[in-house]
């Protein structure tokens, strides 16, 4: 399987990646600790499973995010979730050259 990368590029799909990304939102909400990487490991599993059930050859990007992010609210980490996002989206305006003009805040409704 294959990813679409936002500029087109496909890259081997990589779990450890999904991992990462999910390890570095966790740790600015929560201490990392054995517990934590073990759950981290079922939710990056989990995501990986949701990624292969859809039987593609290449999948975009934004479609793993969204995985991910549906997977931390199953498991209750709302604010892992937010951290994850902002973290997203905070690339996304710094890949497109907004970075002086945006700030990106997000506030629970």
Known sequence: MEVIKRDGRLVPYDETKIYEAIKKAYVRVFTLDDDAKEK????????????????AH??????????????????????????????????DVERYGYEMYVKLTLRKV
């Open 40 to 55: 981290l490991a079922e939710i990056t599993h989990k995501v990986s499973y949701d990624v292969y059930e859809m039987d």
């Open 58 to 91: 290449k999948i975009p990007i934004t479609v793993i995010q969204s995985l991910v992010e549906s997977r931390l609210l199953d498991y209750g980490l709302t604010s892992v979730a937010e951290k994850y996002i902002e973290y997203r989206i905070q690339q």
